[in-house]
């Protein structure tokens, strides 16, 4: 990613670093403290997504939780809709040939669905927030940029 190593920038960094840690310790441990995923009766909601290869989603490592890719290419193996996010909207959309919007994007199967909300916003998209009811429908999204 860089070309060059460059001291200060490390030193910088890593001061920022100490500071988060020293100024957020109870946020930090709470942090530290979530599953990797949270389930409702009909939606599930994961950090990336879950791995669609395994004969149960429960079965996904908590390294594929974090940073699993394109499986929602795949059928998905619960009735859940699966909330992601790390896969901007936007990348999906282009690869399934719907265009370029940062907006969240839902994609329904037969059994099971994706609803990805990832905007980009750490690179200059926005942040979207999304409204559903219990059964996973999407009502309504709030985007922020």
Known sequence: ???????DLVAKLKSIRFE???NNKDLIF??????FYYETENILFTH??????????TETTE?????????YKSRPKTHHVNVFGHTPAFSIREEIGEGY?????FIEHVKGAYLAID???????QLNAVVLDDKGKLLNTYIAK
């Open 1 to 7: 990613m860089f070309d060059t190593y460059d001291a």
């Open 20 to 22: 988060i840690n020293l």
């Open 30 to 35: 709470f942090l530290s403290e979530l599953e």
């Open 48 to 57: 990336a997504g879950y791995n669609t290869t395994l004969s149960h989603w």
């Open 63 to 71: 390294q594929q939780f974090i940073w699993i890719r394109k499986h």
């Open 101 to 105: 919007s940062y907006s969240p994007l």
């Open 119 to 125: 905007g980009a916003v750490a690179y200059g998209g």
